[in-house]
Every structure is written in structure tokens, then in C-alpha cells.
């Protein structure tokens, strides 16, 4: 037991070491993540960073598996991200790339789900390849709530090599707000076994402020509420972005 805790604070630690200390910071937009560890540390990872003064990349993933293998693979799908978005700034040919890379030495089992965002900033136009992941949500600025690419999803990065995945290009209206979320908080469960549910979570994201910081902050409000003090088994990892209104 002592040893398996050990292992768990490590996996932790790793964690907590990859995830961004802070955002990108760009006129016009605003970028908000958080990640809650659960008691059995899973592998949920988020980067966002600059590649260029007007251009943001915005990744997002979960890794199959708890504890320190989920982890491991978590700081090599970070540091293949890293490396590729270096020299790439097409989505399509990154999210080839880092999935060939993650194929190359894969561990058994351990896929990833995962999405691949690049904004620019000064065209306002957002492009997305996802490998498996939950189709993002964005709130219109009419207030309406819709799917983002939910015919474009592929299959999670480790499974199979030269995979082409699909780019969803589209534009960012002001006061829109992009919504990504692992299964945490949708299968977040309070201590009668029900589970939070997508629709909860889109209940909750209309009824909400269009604000990317405010609506995510009652996003994770609204799922401690229907937690009710239970530990959670999965992580509880969630990104908003948007351009503001003017």
C-alpha cells in the first residue's frame, strides 16, 4: 500500500511538472484550463502555447490507464508534441506525426485520446484534427450549444500508424466559447453511483456565462456540486478558449 501511494505521488508529480504554468496571452481572446487529479492519478494532459506572435496551439488528451504507465505516457505524448509543433504548424501533418511517433514505441494498450487545435489569432480561424477524443462543444454567442467535428473524430493516437486524420477548419465569432473536457467530468459520480452526464454538462454550459473563465469556473462548481464530497476515480480536466466580444 505504502508503495503503491508512492508511486501514485509520483505519477503526480509528473503530471503537475508537464501542465502549463501559465496561458498564452493574446489581445482579443482568453484561454482557460484546470485539471483536478483524481485519488488514482490518470493520464489527462493539456498544453497551450505560442507558435508564433499570431498563432496558438491548444492540445488536449487522455491516456488509457491510471497511475505511473499512464503517466509515462502522458510526459512522451508531451515532450512529442512539443518537439513536432516546433518545426509543424499544419494539423493535419502534426497530428500524423506525433501519432507515427507514439506508434513507434507504443505500450500495449495504452492509447491516447486526443485533440489537436492551431488558432490564428489574426485571421480568427481555428483548425482541429481529433484522434478519439469527445467532439469539442461551442456556446454560440447566440447561446446556442453545438458539436464541433463530431463526423471528423478518428481513432486515438497509438493504434495504428499512418492514420489520416481529418482537419475541421472553421471560423471564431466574438463571444463564442470552445469547450473541451475529458470523461472526468462527464462520468464524475456523486455518492449514490449516478453519473454527471453530458447532458448535466450541457445544461449547465447554457444556463452559464459566455465568458470562457466564468463559464468553465461553473462547469467545475456544478460537477463538485453533484459529487457531493466523493473522491473521484478519473481526473477532472477541462479547457475553455474564445474570442471576446468586442
Do not use: W
Request: overall charge negative; hydrophobic content about 40%.
Amino acid at each position: 500500500k505504502q508503495r503503491q501511494d508512492r508511486e501514485m505521488d509520483i505519477a503526480r508529480n509528473v503530471q503537475q511538472a508537464l501542465l502549463p504554468k501559465s496561458l498564452p496571452e493574446v489581445d482579443g481572446y482568453e484561454f482557460f484550463a484546470s485539471y483536478d487529479s483524481a485519488q488514482a492519478v490518470g493520464g489527462d494532459y493539456y498544453d497551450a502555447f505560442q507558435l508564433s506572435p499570431t498563432k496558438v496551439c491548444l492540445a488536449f488528451g487522455d491516456v488509457a490507464g491510471k497511475g505511473v504507465p499512464a503517466s509515462l505516457v502522458m510526459s512522451r505524448i508531451s515532450s512529442v508534441v512539443e518537439s513536432t509543433m516546433g518545426f509543424v504548424d499544419d494539423v493535419g501533418k502534426a497530428i500524423r506525426l506525433i501519432n507515427n511517433l507514439m506508434c513507434s514505441n507504443a505500450v500495449e494498450g495504452r492509447f491516447v485520446t486526443f485533440v489537436l487545435l492551431i488558432i490564428d489569432t489574426k485571421k480568427n480561424t481555428l483548425s482541429l484534427a481529433n484522434a478519439g477524443h469527445m467532439p469539442l462543444l461551442i456556446k454560440k454567442s447566440d447561446g446556442n450549444l453545438v458539436e464541433l467535428g463530431e463526423d471528423a473524430v478518428g481513432i486515438p493516437i497509438g493504434v495504428m500508424e499512418d492514420f489520416e486524420y481529418e482537419v475541421v477548419n472553421c471560423n471564431l465569432q466574438p463571444g463564442e466559447v470552445f469547450i473541451i473536457y475529458t470523461d472526468g467530468v462527464s462520468e464524475a459520480m456523486n455518492p449514490q453511483n449516478e453519473l454527471y452526464g453530458i447532458e448535466r454538462l450541457k445544461e449547465t454550459i447554457n444556463s452559464s456565462s459566455t465568458d470562457p473563465v466564468k463559464l468553465a469556473q461553473a462547469i467545475l462548481a456544478d460537477v463538485r456540486t453533484h459529487a457531493a464530497g466523493r473522491a473521484q476515480n478519473d481526473d477532472i480536466t477541462l479547457m475553455t478558449f474564445g474570442r471576446m466580444a468586442p
